[in-house]
């Protein structure tokens, strides 16, 4: 498993570079990274944060 940032917005920094720069999905970044998914959404949706497919990046 991929150790990444604990913080909230360094964490949402962080997905959407990886999703802007190497990842065509959230899925597929999880599954490379070896990222649990759900937890992933869950920790950046408390802090206020969803994905949208369309874009590829949280907001």
Do not use: H, Q
Not at 23 to 43: A, N, R, T
């Amino acid at each position: 498993m991929t150790d990444y940032p604990k913080d909230p917005m360094m964490l949402l920094s962080w997905v959407n570079m990886k999703l802007r720069d190497f990842y065509p999905s959230l899925e597929d970044l999880c599954s490379d990274m070896e990222i649990d998914l759900e937890g992933l959404v869950k920790k950046l949706s408390e802090a206020g944060f969803e994905y949208n497919r369309d874009l590829n990046k949280f907001w």
